[in-house]
Each structure stands twice: as structure tokens, then as C-alpha cells.
């Protein structure tokens, strides 16, 4: 009889053997089937689920609605590309995305696949519609695997070997609060901040040849770092005096993970462009461009979108996810869940000095760890740590950060508070015990 252990094991195995060493092995779960916030791995173990595949399952694993949608859709038809045969879902979906996601009075919008691809097209949209080439972007800043997505990423473990990158992409500092704030509070560090960031167009770049400014309002990959208010604020007055399009990167923080349909709504403070994927579709490939109507169409016909752009299939998903996140109240959901990580995180913070910082907003929280409460000493091989010990226990969880220690949690919003507190209790035990 094949032990509990072996089947994962033997699946891992032929991973290691048929698939480039290159695709990532964030954990060593495996699945069988996954409901709600619960995966059931190949010997039937129950995990519970901390990191909704990489921010994807806003509204659970494999919910009835969105899989009946996908099942009618798919009997419909699969592909006729949009660019050839136009389909209602297509619309539709982007009529839902204007109304919940309003970029002024008359918002357009496009749909591909990917985050990466969404970041793409929203670059080539800015660069056509001002005529400018350059692109400002941040550090610990993640924007996908494709070659502009990658230049515009900041960790250089991502693209190792893989230049030469893009030109005319330009670099600044996220102002990460947490790490680089001294003894400054919050006002005078976000002023010191804004002064960097008008520098930059006197020792960076020419601020008249830059066509967009992209971020993400809080940081995914780089480790769950919300943009200060007043600063972002500040970021939109200067793309404003100078002409310049803001573009926000969603992908991660979209779709209720915040408490709104997109993190720029929490801070009141409106992009141009906007690019969203991940929650969309509760994990079938769908991604979004959306932004004011003048800029979208200063982009010409055929220069954006590609063969796959808004599957019929996959817009079938998204409009059933979108309605289901409404008909869940996920947003409110969201903070929820927040509420109760936070609350528990920081009490246990008291107690750790190598917790140096827990953040976020929502039910995108971050936990990050340094030695001796340091900012400047990430604490990555107590971070691997924990991962690998709530493995271990049953609670599938994610690292973030340029270092790599900081965990994310990121549960699905439908999961029931008891799921979520014991997946809590399984990590603060594990904390305790790897210090």
C-alpha cells in the first residue's frame, strides 16, 4: 500500500523530472480538489489555504456559480478571438469593470490574459497616447515575467540572466515607511519622499520625455507595502503638473482583496490607467486594462490585445465572479478578515521583537521579520522557517519581499472564520517555535 507521504512525493518527483528547473516550487503541496479555502492534496490531506494561488481565489476555490458559468459558456463556444468574431461576454465584462472600477466620466477598457500582459499593453497605451518614452517605475516593485513587465520589476532574482531588459525605464524609491523612515513621522518622511521623487526629474530622467509613472498602491511581491496617502496624493499632483499618466498595478490587490474593488478606491486617489488580472476570474486567465476613454483610444487599431484577448470562457467566469463577490459582500468581508489577522498579528508582535512590522490593508496583511527588531536585517531563514513548519501542519502559506521575509496572508474571503483562526493558531505556533 503507497504510504500517505509517497503519492506527494512521487508527484513532486515527476515535477523535478519532466518540468524546467526554471518554474518556481513556492511550496510542496499538492491537490486533488479544492472547495472554498480548503485544498485536499493526492493522499487526501486537508490544507487550509493562506495563499488563494498566489492572490487568485478572492471568492474560494472552485465556487458553484462561476463553475456553472464556465460549464454553459464552454458549451457555447471555446474561441473565435475577439479581434475576428466579437462575443457579448467581452462586452459585458468590460461594461461591469466601467461601473465597478469608474476612470471619469467615460471609462474604456481591454482585456487580455495576464497581469504581465495587462502591464504590457498599459505601457504601449501611455507611451501612444503622449508620444513620450520613458516609463518611471519603483523599487520592490513586481510587474510580471515578460520582457517590459521584468524591466519594471525590481527584484533581481526574477530576471536573472534574462537581459538585456527594456530601455527607457527609470528607477526611484518605493517610500516604504517601515524600513526607511528613521526618526522622521509619517508627514515629514512622506515630504522627503515627494522632494526624491522631484529630483528624479532634474538627475533621473527627463520629466517631459516620460510617458507614465506606474505602482502598486500596496506592494505584492515586494512585500505587502502600502504607498503612504500623502504621498500617493503628492505622486498624482506631480503627474499632473508635468503631463504625465499614472498608471496603478491592481493585479494582486484587486477584487475585494482591500475591502474595494481596488486599492486606489481605499485611498481616494484616481489613476489613468489601471491593470488588473489574478481575482477576476477565480483562477481561470483573465486580465484587464482599464483607463480614461481619451487615453485608451489614443492607442491605434491592431497595436494592442493578442489572439487569446478575454476568452469567452473566461469572461463568463469573471462576470459570474464579480456577481458572486457582490451577492458575499466580499469587500465587506475583506475587512473583516483584516480585523481579525491584525488584531492577532500585532498581539503576538508584543511578545516577538523579530516581528519587526505587520501592515496592509484589508485582508492583504503582511508579517514581516527581522532580526533584533531592525528593519535593515530581514530575518529570511526564520521567515523559510515558519513557511515550511506551517507546511508541515497543514496551512499553506507565501513569502514576499525583496528578501524574502515577509509572509502574506491571503485565505480566501469566503473562508469561515473558524478555518481562519485555526489557520492563525497554526501559525503563531510555529512563530513561538522558530524563534
Not at 460549464?71 to 461576454?89: C, D, I, M, W
Not at 509613472?213 to 496617502?229: D, Y
Not at 476613454?293 to 473566461?314: K, L, R
Amino acid at each position: 500500500m503507497i504510504s500517505a507521504v509517497s503519492r506527494s512525493q512521487d508527484l513532486l518527483d515527476r515535477r523535478k523530472n519532466i518540468v524546467a528547473n526554471g518554474v518556481g516550487v513556492f511550496n510542496t503541496a499538492t491537490v486533488k480538489h479544492a472547495k472554498g479555502a480548503i485544498i485536499t492534496d493526492v493522499d487526501g490531506r486537508e490544507l487550509i489555504d493562506f495563499a488563494r494561488g498566489i492572490g487568485v481565489v478572492n471568492a474560494g476555490h472552485c465556487p458553484e456559480p462561476v463553475v456553472e458559468a464556465i460549464r454553459e459558456q464552454a458549451g457555447k463556444y471555446l474561441h473565435t478571438s475577439f479581434n475576428v468574431v466579437t462575443y457579448e461576454p467581452y462586452i459585458k465584462l468590460c461594461e461591469e469593470l466601467a461601473e465597478i472600477l469608474p476612470h471619469g466620466e467615460h471609462t474604456k477598457a481591454m482585456l487580455i490574459s495576464t497581469g504581465a500582459e495587462a502591464v504590457e499593453n498599459a505601457i504601449k497605451i501611455a507611451r501612444q497616447a503622449t508620444k513620450r518614452p520613458a516609463v518611471i517605475c519603483f523599487n520592490e516593485a513586481y510587474h510580471g515575467r515578460t520582457l517590459m513587465a521584468m524591466s519594471l520589476t525590481s527584484k533581481v532574482n526574477y530576471k536573472t540572466a534574462s537581459g538585456p531588459f527594456a530601455p527607457e525605464v527609470y528607477r526611484i524609491p518605493f517610500p516604504n515607511f517601515y524600513k526607511y523612515h528613521g526618526k522622521q513621522e509619517m508627514d515629514e518622511f512622506v515630504e522627503t519622499e515627494l522632494m526624491r521623487l522631484r529630483e528624479s526629474a532634474h538627475s533621473l530622467v527627463d520629466i517631459h520625455s516620460v510617458a507614465a509613472i506606474i505602482i502598486e498602491p500596496i506592494q505584492g511581491e515586494g512585500g505587502f507595502n502600502p504607498v503612504p496617502q500623502k504621498y500617493l496624493e503628492g505622486l498624482r499632483a506631480f503627474c499632473d503638473e508635468y503631463g504625465v499618466l499614472l498608471i496603478m498595478d491592481e493585479v494582486q490587490s484587486g477584487f475585494c482583496r482591500t475591502g474595494h474593488w481596488a486599492s486606489w478606491q481605499h485611498y481616494k486617489v484616481q489613476p489613468d490607467i489601471s491593470t488588473y488580472a489574478k481575482s477576476m476570474g477565480s483562477g481561470l486567465p483573465i486580465a484587464a486594462v482599464l483607463g480614461r476613454a481619451e487615453i485608451m483610444d489614443a492607442a491605434a487599431p491592431g497595436t494592442i490585445g493578442g489572439t487569446y484577448i478575454g476568452s469567452p470562457v473566461c469572461c463568463a467566469a469573471s462576470l459570474a465572479t464579480i456577481q458572486l463577490m457582490k451577492d458575499l459582500n466580499l469587500n465587506q468581508r475583506a475587512i473583516e478578515i483584516g480585523d481579525i489577522v491584525t488584531s492577532r498579528m500585532k498581539k503576538l508582535q508584543h511578545e516577538i521583537p523579530d516581528i519587526g512590522d505587520v501592515r496592509g490593508i484589508g485582508a492583504m496583511i503582511g508579517i514581516e521579520f527581522v532580526k533584533d527588531g531592525n528593519p535593515g536585517a530581514p530575518n529570511t531563514a526564520l521567515c523559510d522557517k515558519i513557511v515550511k513548519g506551517c507546511a508541515a501542519d497543514g496551512l499553506i502559506l507565501l513569502s514576499a519581499g525583496t528578501h524574502k521575509n515577509v509572509i502574506r496572508i491571503l485565505s480566501p474571503l469566503v473562508i469561515t472564520d473558524e478555518e481562519l483562526n485555526r489557520g492563525l493558531d497554526i501559525l503563531e505556533n510555529r512563530i513561538r517555535e522558530s524563534i
